[in-house]
T-cell receptor
Framework: GESVGLHLPTLSVQEGDNSIINCAYSNSASDYFIWYKQESGKGPQFIIDIRSNMDKRQGQRVTVLLNKTVKHLSLQIAATQPGDSAVYFCAEIPLNSGYSTLTFGKGTMLLVSP | KAGVTQTPRYLIKTRGQQVTLSCSPISGHRSVSWYQQTPGQGLQFLFEYFSETQRNKGNFPGRFSGRQFSNSRSEMNVSTLELGDSALYLC????????????FGSGTRLTVV
């Protein structure tokens, strides 16, 4: 499949471990944040989102934490599975973009060993 | 429910040529955005259309243009292709581009030789 990025930060975990992927965002005016998963040869797939009036949101096996003070976002994946292996991107939507522009982070590659 | 459909899947063009890429959004979605993905620059916003109007444009040269039709389908065009335009071009759709996240297609892999 196509490479989505060279020299990406890589997180290697064992199957069953919990994974934490971090992201520092740039715009203090950003109001809406989304985590995407991208597998080789595919487009980014929506995982979970959070708005700036929240500091935590949970989904199925995933939790997103938002710390606006230090402009930091994290994605926690519980009981990581080999199918979770992919590149993960955080994206922010600045208020002044009219809510129609996603600014993506560089991405983190997650490798899950069986 | 069909997802976002991008055609063609792969494309090889020569420097100086022009190319048109197509995107069919999810039925009912009126906002369509385009992104360029390269290993060096990551995912970068090109432009966004809503109801046939360009609402936002990224920092790309005028060689990159787009349009949206009344059925919300969108096309993007790149003229006078350069080697650096080789990338994965991704289209994403959203009901309104404001209150909901975007759903991405699988992209068109453009190679300029």
């Amino acid at each position: 499949g196509e490479s989505v990025g060279l020299h990406l930060p890589t997180l290697s975990v064992q199957e069953g471990d919990n994974s934490i992927i971090n992201c520092a965002y740039s715009n203090s005016a950003s109001d809406y944040f989304i985590w995407y998963k991208q597998e080789s040869g595919k487009g980014p797939q929506f995982i979970i989102d959070i708005r700036s009036n929240m500091d935590k949101r949970q989904g199925q096996r995933v939790t997103v934490l938002l710390n606006k003070t230090v402009k930091h976002l994290s994605l926690q994946i519980a009981a990581t599975q080999p199918g979770d292996s992919a590149v993960y991107f955080c994206a922010e939507i600045p208020l002044n973009s009219g809510y129609s522009t996603l600014t993506f982070g560089k991405g983190t590659m997650l490798l899950v060993s069986p | 429910k069909a997802g976002v459909t991008q055609t063609p899947r792969y494309l090889i063009k020569t420097r100086g040529q022009q190319v048109t890429l197509s995107c069919s959004p999810i039925s009912g979605h009126r906002s369509v955005s385009w992104y360029q993905q390269t290993p060096g620059q990551g995912l970068q916003f090109l432009f966004e259309y809503f109801s046939e109007t360009q609402r936002n444009k990224g920092n790309f040269p005028g060689r990159f243009s787009g349009r949206q039709f009344s059925n919300s389908r969108s096309e993007m065009n790149v003229s006078t292709l350069e080697l650096g335009d080789s990338a994965l071009y991704l289209c994403a759709s959203s009901p309104d581009g404001i209150n909901y996240g975007y759903t991405f297609g699988s992209g068109t892999r453009l190679t300029v030789v």
